[in-house]
């Protein structure tokens, strides 16, 4: 009635804070809207042009990753046996001295190198790397090791750089190990809807029938394992009908005459047995594709399922892509553009106990020496070879859920005799950790400034300011470190302020600062294309290396050599997915649990009736690595 709305309390104001999303690794921008010291909404920011003016289902669910009832409220320390789900409630300063206590025990018996650090992808976590560093181990891993490093790897030994998709311009897209469409990438995501829109023709390879699939010009359900074959055979055709710009090829590629006399083998006939895949229809693509460059592209990704040689996979395509003259090139591949963050410096002490290198150095060639790999750093402290490990610090990381062959990773954690996990919520290793600190969300917190790249769009600096007081006792990653560092013997290492830790990074670009605040970005008028026209790339040759000269040293195959999947009869192969909806193992999320309460299992029909299975069964995945 019109007496009772008179009478009504008045609402209190909405405002609205900038603030960069952490639902993913994009980072998409965001303007929360908060009433009553409560976040209620979650816009897009429409300044942010890497995201295109969207966020997507996740982002928009992190309201609920905010007030999840599930959240760490207090410093838990284990009480009966890993994994028994006993713990008792600590105060932060009982925490923190009973980690410096663990830590130093660890680094007098077994030297600094004796823990492990696992930062994940946060804008928080370089200052577990720096108290890595300072602390003195040289044994720090993050989830990347298990996600994007194969294919960085692959275009840093080719082109010297990791590139950047110029989707939106691009007239013809091969988009083989990525689905962008539910494994979201921005500006990719949208920017490849927008360019069929525009002409450009989509051609997907993938065993599934994905999204992505959906939405390309033409699908090929690839024989899973066997992509090099494709793009072997599609650069034999480009090579043999001398496809490719000739001045490009003599200015910037490397191994041409080399390479060419290699994939003579490779023909689009061979391929077709392998890839089953029609040998006109590779000869056809390769022509169009070539007709398209530069304006077109082997698309990059990040990830795929992996194998053995998932670097040289990658580099197929890499050389693939070399070979269209696409390189820094409206609509095809683009080299990383000058943001100007600089990481501040800081001194880092010399321990003389320390051993000689990292507990996974020299066991694969190639290795990202400050990332290392988790798988064999696991082995290595399984084996405790060449020395061991006993304590493990991880953050935002759940390599429990994450890393493949779960038991492993148990068998690992029996090595340890500490380990400290800060997380948000109870994750699977949090949980068979010895010590859990609560973190707060990224709504909560203050972070520092992060250089973000995406396609012809983004070279742009943000960090994020909190929109909310942090809940519960959860303690930021600077502050955890900021504390042991005293306990430690090394407060002058985390002697400053974050607004002072900024203000060093901006250093270079100190109007970055006051764009950051008024708009929740900052963009670097940086040169778009034609970076490296005039200059040498970041290879041994300068060039871009279709024959690795630094692989054939080391005794490694200088190009691609294709090695059939092998699979027993009888089994399957599990190619891995993603869904639009979550992101890894940040699963606990009510709003998003509507659009998928559980995991699904995709089977050929044929296979699926062999098993006597039917659509909606539920059904147990087992390998010999476990279930």
């Known amino acids: 009635s019109t007496a009772h709305a008179a009478g009504a309390a008045p609402q209190a104001p909405v405002t609205s804070h900038y603030t960069v999303c952490d639902m993913c690794f994009n980072r998409c921008g965001m303007i929360a809207r908060v009433q009553n010291g409560r976040v209620v909404k979650l816009d897009p920011n429409p300044k942010f042009l890497k995201s295109r003016g969207m966020i997507c289902a996740r982002g928009n669910a992190a309201v609920d990753h905010l007030y999840d009832p599930n959240r760490l409220k207090t410093p838990l320390l284990r009480k009966g046996a890993r994994g028994e789900g006993k713990w008792q409630q600590l105060t932060w300063e009982q925490a923190l001295d009973h980690a410096a206590e663990q830590f130093t025990r660890i680094a007098e018996k077994y030297t600094r190198c004796g823990v492990m650090f696992s930062p994940g992808s946060d804008m928080q976590s370089q200052f577990l790397i720096r108290f890595a560093e300072v602390f003195g181990s040289y044994n720090v891993t993050s989830h990347e090791t298990l996600c994007l490093l194969s294919k960085n790897r692959a275009y840093?030994?080719?082109?010297?750089?990791?590139?950047?998709?110029?989707?939106?311009?691009?007239?013809?897209?091969?988009?083989?190990?990525?689905?962008?469409?539910?494994?979201?990438?921005?500006?990719?995501t949208i920017d490849l809807m927008e360019a069929r829109k525009n002409g450009c023709k989509i051609v997907v390879l993938d065993p599934r029938y994905t999204k992505t699939a959906a939405l390309a010009d033409e699908w090929y359900a690839i024989r899973p394992g066997t992509d090099?074959?494709?793009?072997?055979?599609?650069?034999?055709?480009?090579?043999?009908?001398?496809?490719?710009?000739?001045?490009?090829?003599?200015?910037?590629?490397?191994?041409?005459?080399?390479?060419?006399?290699?994939?003579?083998?490779?023909?689009?006939?061979?391929?077709?047995?392998?890839?089953?895949?029609?040998?006109?229809?590779?000869?056809?693509?390769?022509?169009?594709?070539?007709?398209?460059?530069?304006?077109?592209?082997?698309?990059?990704?990040?990830?795929?399922?992996?194998?053995?040689?998932?670097?040289?996979?990658?580099?197929?395509?890499?050389?693939?892509?070399?070979?269209?003259?696409n390189w820094d090139r409206p609509g095809g591949i683009l080299a990383s553009r000058e943001v100007g963050v600089r990481a501040p410096y800081f001194d880092v002490p010399w321990y003389d106990d320390n051993p000689e290198d990292r507990i996974d150095h020299g066991m694969a060639p190639g290795l990202i020496h400050?990332?290392?790999?988790?798988?064999?750093m696991r082995d290595a402290i399984i084996k405790e070879e060449p020395y061991p490990i006993r304590g493990w610090f991880t953050f935002k990381t759940n390599f429990m859920q994450t890393a493949a062959n779960r038991n492993k990773t148990l068998e690992m954690l029996r090595h340890l005799d500490f380990v400290v996990n800060a997380d948000i919520v109870m994750s699977d290793t949090a949980w068979y950790s010895d010590l859990v600190l609560p973190s707060p969300s990224f709504l909560e917190r203050n972070d520092p400034v992060s250089a973000l790249q995406g396609s012809?769009?983004?070279?742009?600096?943000?960090?994020?300011?909190?929109?909310?007081?942090?809940?519960?006792?959860?303690?930021?990653?600077?502050?955890?470190?900021?504390?042991?560092?005293k306990r430690l013997g090394f407060p002058e290492s985390f002697d400053f302020t974050l607004d002072e830790y900024r203000k060093s990074q901006l250093e270079s670009i100190p109007e970055a600062f006051e764009a950051i605040k008024a708009d929740g970005v900052y963009y670097n008028p940086s040169k778009v294309y034609g970076i490296y026209f005039d200059s040498p790339l970041k290879t041994q040759a300068k060039k871009i290396e279709l024959f690795n000269q630094r692989y054939a040293h080391e005794g490694l195959d200088p190009m691609p050599v294709y090695k059939a999947p092998r699979r027993k009869e009888g089994t399957f192969r599990l190619v891995v997915g993603r869904t639009a909806f979550f992101t890894h193992s940040n699963t606990n999320n009510a709003l998003l649990i509507e659009f998928k309460d559980e995991n699904t299992l995709w089977m050929h029909p044929r296979s699926a009736a062999r098993q006597g299975l039917k659509d909606g069964e539920m059904v147990e995945v087992a390998s010999g690595a476990g279930k």
């Not at 691009?170 to 689905?179: E, F, L, V």
Request: glycine residues 2%.
């Open 228 to 325: 090099m074959a494709f793009f072997l055979a599609l650069t034999n055709v480009i090579i043999e009908e001398r496809l490719y710009d000739p001045d490009f090829a003599e200015k910037m590629l490397f191994g041409l005459e080399e390479y060419a006399a290699h994939v003579r083998q490779y023909t689009p006939e061979w391929a077709a047995e392998e890839c089953k895949i029609p040998a006109e229809d590779i000869r056809r693509i390769a022509r169009e594709i070539a007709a398209a460059a530069p304006a077109a592209m082997i698309y990059p990704g990040r990830r795929s399922s992996d194998y053995e040689d998932s670097t040289q996979i990658r580099r197929s395509m890499a050389i693939a892509n070399a070979l269209l003259s």
């Open 156 to 188: 840093l030994d080719t082109f010297g750089e990791t590139p950047f998709a110029d989707v939106l311009y691009s007239k013809y897209i091969i988009i083989s190990g990525a689905n962008p469409l539910e494994a979201i990438i921005t500006p990719d």
């Open 370 to 376: 400050h990332e290392g790999s988790f798988k064999l």
């Open 456 to 485: 012809s769009a983004c070279a742009c600096a943000v960090w994020r300011d909190a929109v909310v007081p942090a809940m519960h006792e959860s303690r930021d990653m600077l502050w955890i470190c900021t504390e042991l560092s």
